[in-house]
C-alpha cells in the first residue's frame, strides 16, 4: 500500500478538533502536581512528622509504576464502586455515558505530583541554606522565609524540569485511548478504522504532539529568561538586607 499524504491531511483534520481534550489531560494534572507536589516537596525539606515519613514511603513506590498502570488502576478502582452503586440505585445509564475523562484526569494527577515533588525537591535543596538565615535574621517566620525568599529562587531553577514534566505529561497522556478517552491519539485513529492507513494516521497524531511539544520548549526558554531576572532582584534585595 503507497504512502498517501492525503490520509495524512484527513487524519490532521479530525485530531486536531481533539487538542482540547489532551491538553486538559495535561495542563489540569500539571496545575495539581504544582500545587501538592510544592507540598510534599516542602513537608519533606523541613521533615514534617508523619507526612515526610509517607512520602519517603510512598513516592518511590509510585514512581516504580508505569503511568499504563496507573490508568487501569485508577479505572477500576473508580469503575468498580460506581458499578456496584449504579446496580444497587439503577444508575446504569449514567455509568454508560461516563465521560472516562475524568478517570484519566485523576490517574495522570497523581503521577504528576509524584514526579512533580521530586522536581520542587530538588530545586528547595539547590537554594543556599543561608537564605534561610537570613530571613529568619530580619524576623521572618519559617513560612514567610520560605513564601518571600526561598521560593522566589527555587522556582526558577524548576522551571526547565517542570517544562519538561510537562512535555511528559503532554506524550504520556496518549494512553487513555486505552479506556475509550478521544483525544489527538484516538482522534487520528478513527480515519485509520475506515480506511485501514494507519501508519498515516500515526504520523498524523506523531505531528501534532511533536508541535505541542515544540511549543512548550519554546516558551519554557522564554519564561527562563524572565525568571532568571526576577531572581537577580530577589538575590539583590536580599543582600541589602543582610546589609542593614
Not at 516537596?41 to 519517603?56: M, Q
Not at 496507573?70 to 479505572?75: G, Q, S, T
Not at 537570613?134 to 517544562?163: D, K, N
Not at 520548549?217 to 541589602?240: D, F, T
Amino acid at each position: 500500500m503507497i504512502f498517501d499524504f492525503q490520509y495524512v491531511a484527513a487524519s490532521l483534520k479530525v485530531a486536531v478538533k481533539y487538542i482540547p481534550t489532551t491538553l486538559m489531560l495535561s495542563v489540569l494534572p500539571l496545575f495539581i502536581g504544582i500545587v501538592f507536589g510544592t507540598w510534599i516537596a516542602i513537608c519533606r525539606r523541613f521533615r514534617i512528622r508523619i507526612i515526610a515519613k509517607l512520602a519517603d514511603i510512598l513516592i518511590p513506590v509510585t514512581k516504580g509504576i508505569p503511568l499504563v498502570l496507573h490508568l487501569f488502576i485508577m479505572n477500576f478502582l473508580i469503575l468498580k464502586p460506581l458499578d456496584f452503586l449504579s446496580q444497587w440505585y439503577g444508575w446504569a445509564d449514567a455509568l454508560r455515558f461516563m465521560d472516562k475523562t475524568y478517570i484519566g484526569i485523576v490517574a495522570i494527577s497523581i503521577y504528576a505530583v509524584v514526579v512533580i515533588s521530586e522536581t520542587m525537591r530538588s530545586a528547595l535543596i539547590s537554594v543556599d541554606d543561608g537564605q534561610y538565615e537570613a530571613g529568619y535574621s530580619v524576623g521572618l517566620t519559617r513560612w514567610q522565609t520560605l513564601r518571600r525568599v526561598v521560593l522566589p529562587q527555587a522556582f526558577p531553577f524548576a522551571v526547565p524540569v517542570l517544562c519538561n514534566n510537562f512535555i511528559g505529561l503532554i506524550k504520556g497522556s496518549s494512553i487513555v485511548y486505552l479506556i475509550t478517552v478521544v483525544d489527538v491519539m484516538n482522534g487520528a485513529l478513527t480515519s485509520a478504522q475506515i480506511n485501514y492507513r494507519f501508519l498515516e494516521a500515526y504520523i498524523a497524531a506523531a505531528m501534532i504532539y511533536w508541535m505541542m511539544c515544540l511549543t512548550v520548549e519554546r516558551v519554557s526558554i522564554i519564561l527562563e529568561k524572565h525568571l532568571k531576572k526576577y531572581q537577580y532582584r530577589v538575590q539583590e534585595n536580599n543582600l541589602r538586607r543582610e546589609v542593614l
